[in-house]
């Protein structure tokens, strides 16, 4: 197999795995706020900002592919494009399962409010726990382009 080939495979991993993991996340809290609306529409705005947060883990995913981009030419190594496909696979496996978890956060805290408590504050912290390890994925693939630029 040719090294570009694995490294594009390491793209398409992040973007897809960080894009499903997104859109599930978002899907899960959304569900809930469409519950949550049937008790108290007046909390729209809540709803939909703990609906918004699983979201971001899809933009690391297509930030990753710009931070590599500049890698991705014919005459790339096999050692960078292992770099490129282990840095995408980690971004989107990273990602996928924090937006799933995100969201399912979320989704309590849109269920608790809906109730009539007055968690949203406390529950926008709890619920932002999760996105520090897509950040840091995204540091991850930083580092990845840094390492491969200096080579």
């Known amino acids: ?81 292992a770099a490129i496909f282990g840095g995408g696979l980690a971004l989107g496996l990273v990602s996928l399962w924090s937006s799933l978890r995100q969201g399912q956060l979320a989704a309590n805290a849109i269920s608790a409010i809906g109730n009539g408590h007055d968690v949203f504050g406390k529950s926008l912290i709890l619920v932002a726990f999760p996105e520090l390890y897509a950040i840091l994925g995204v540091a991850t693939v930083f580092f990845i382009n840094t390492a491969l630029s200096a080579a």
């Open 1 to 81: 197999m040719e090294p570009i080939l694995i490294a594009y495979l390491g793209i398409a991993a992040m973007l897809i795995f960080s894009g499903i993991g997104s859109c599930y996340g978002t899907t899960i809290s959304g569900n809930a706020a469409v519950g949550a609306m049937k008790k108290n529409a007046d909390a729209f705005g809540s709803y939909m900002m703990l609906c918004a947060l699983p979201s971001t883990q899809g933009l690391y995913g297509f930030l990753g592919y710009f931070l590599l981009k500049g890698h991705l030419v014919d005459t790339i190594t096999i050692g960078s494009a």
